[in-house]
């Protein structure tokens, strides 16, 4: 199946208008013609980076770059040990490849198609967001879940806290071992966020 880039049809025979459509690219809604052009009710889908979608809704007609509003955010990364910085301690960090929005709202993470993270005794996984992803170590998450064992999916909790970012901000995956991060041998996760204004 193929949903085509074009409009198909004339406009509508009574309204004048074109009718909602589908359509993608890369650039952030804007007040120019690309996206006033378009019929209230058309979705549009944003690739920000091979990590990180988006889908905006066209909510209004008044020739604005809020006309559209953000339905859903989902930056999804597959991660392994050697991807993670070693601080020197028990914890390894990596930021993931996208940035989340002032004014999303944080749905729920996931944590799955993990690898055991072996070596050393334990190993325990938090994701910072919240509503300032720079200091909320656990914004998008709660407690600490285990990802020493491979397992299909691993329950990481409910959001905690304000939910609504009010600073922009990578989020940072952080993996805290038994004892040093140079322990591990390997391991391998994918971790997903879900967002939304």
């Given at each position: 199946?193929?949903i085509s880039n074009?409009?198909?049809?004339?406009?509508?025979?009574?309204?004048?208008?074109?009718?909602?459509?589908?359509?993608w690219?890369s650039?952030?809604?804007?007040?120019?013609?690309?996206?006033?052009?378009?019929?209230v009710?058309?979705?549009?889908h944003r690739?920000?980076?091979?990590?990180?979608?988006?889908v905006?809704?066209?909510?209004?007609?008044?020739g604005?770059?809020?006309?559209?509003?953000?339905?859903?955010?989902?930056?999804?990364?597959?991660?392994?040990?050697?991807?993670?910085?070693?601080?020197?301690?028990a914890?390894g960090t990596?930021?993931?490849?996208?940035?989340?929005?002032?004014?999303a709202?944080?749905?729920?993470?996931?944590?799955h198609n993990?690898t055991?993270?072996?070596?050393?005794?334990?190993?325990?996984?938090?994701?910072?967001?919240?509503?300032?992803?720079?200091?909320?170590?656990?914004g998008?998450?709660?407690?600490?879940?285990?990802?020493?064992?491979?397992?299909?999916a691993?329950?990481?909790?409910?959001?905690?806290?304000?939910?609504?970012v009010?600073?922009?901000?990578?989020?940072?995956?952080?993996?805290?071992?038994?004892?040093?991060?140079?322990?591990?041998?390997?391991?391998?996760?994918?971790?997903?966020?879900?967002?939304?204004?």
């Amino acid at each position: 199946m193929r949903i085509s880039n074009e409009y198909l049809t004339n406009a509508h025979p009574i309204t004048g208008v074109y009718q909602p459509e589908i359509f993608w690219g890369s650039d952030a809604p804007a007040a120019e013609s690309t996206f006033t052009a378009k019929a209230v009710g058309s979705i549009y889908h944003r690739y920000v980076t091979a990590n990180h979608t988006q889908v905006y809704k066209k909510a209004k007609n008044d020739g604005r770059a809020d006309d559209y509003a953000l339905i859903e955010g989902v930056i999804s990364q597959y991660l392994v040990y050697a991807d993670f910085a070693d601080g020197g301690g028990a914890a390894g960090t990596k930021s993931l490849n996208g940035t989340l929005p002032v004014g999303a709202y944080m749905d729920k993470a996931q944590v799955h198609n993990v690898t055991g993270f072996t070596g050393d005794t334990t190993a325990v996984i938090i994701i910072s967001g919240g509503v300032d992803v720079t200091t909320d170590t656990d914004g998008y998450m709660t407690g600490t879940p285990s990802v020493f064992t491979t397992a299909a999916a691993v329950t990481v909790g409910v959001p905690s806290g304000v939910r609504t970012v009010t600073t922009a901000g990578i989020p940072l995956v952080t993996i805290t071992k038994g004892s040093d991060w140079g322990a591990g041998t390997a391991g391998a996760l994918t971790v997903t966020l879900f967002y939304k204004v």
